[in-house]
């Protein structure tokens, strides 16, 4: 058997604080955040996260901007077992939190996190600053391969509202254009 050549990566496997790992490659959390108008005055923010592999201590976060409506822990849900939801506003922005009991373990899967509101309002007579970009941001610990993980992203331009179906003429196969035509002309009483 031949020897095994010497890696000059710059990196020593035997050092401790050389990590090797790619941080972009890990994967262990991703997620996709929406925004969409619910009828006219409210909006619903979305987090679609998938979740690769087992994790503990879970948080999922919304930072919103203010609709007209006092914040309320009613208006978020989620379908990750187990979690609880608090809201608190933090300099003008609200934060929403989905956060797992302590020790409740995650599996892999895909969950939703949901929070309905109202739209933000621009006060009148008053110039509006640059509005700060909503965003969602999720956390754990790996258990396997033990390690933070996060992921973080944005709620994208909000999606317009639906056009209403137009309503479409009827037609009927029994109905055609030579049986609407005129027909032999009705006799006449004489």
């Known amino acids: ?3 095994v050549p010497p890696h000059d990566d710059g990196s020593d496997p035997g050092d401790p604080d050389t ?12 997620g996709t955040g929406l925004v ?25 976060e919304f ?3 203010p609709g007209e409506l006092a914040p309320g822990s009613g208006s978020a849900w989620t379908d990750l077992p187990g979690a609880v939801v608090t809201v608190q506003q933090e300099r003008g922005t609200l934060v929403y939190r989905f956060t797992t009991q302590p020790g409740t373990d995650v599996g892999p899967g895909h969950y939703t996190f949901v929070v309905r509101g109202t739209r933000p309002t621009d006060p009148v007579g008053q110039v ?6 909503e965003s969602w941001n999720a956390s754990a610990f790996g ?17 317009p509202l ?8 009827l037609s009927s196969p029994s109905l055609s254009s030579q049986s ?11």
């Open 19 to 30: 990590d090797t790992t790619d941080p972009a490659a890990d994967q262990a959390l991703t």
């Open 36 to 60: 969409s108008p619910l009828g006219r005055d409210g909006l619903r923010h979305a987090l679609d996260l998938a979740v690769t592999e087992p994790v503990t201590a879970l948080q999922a």
């Open 143 to 159: 258990i396997g391969d033990p390690r933070a993980v996060a992921a973080l992203g944005g709620f994208g331009p909000l999606q």
């Open 63 to 65: 930072r919103l901007t």
């Open 128 to 133: 509006r600053g640059a509005a700060r970009p």
């Open 1 to 3: 058997s031949s020897p």
């Open 162 to 169: 639906s056009p209403q179906p137009q309503p479409q003429p």
């Open 180 to 190: 609407l035509s005129p027909q032999s002309p009705a006799p006449t009483r004489r």
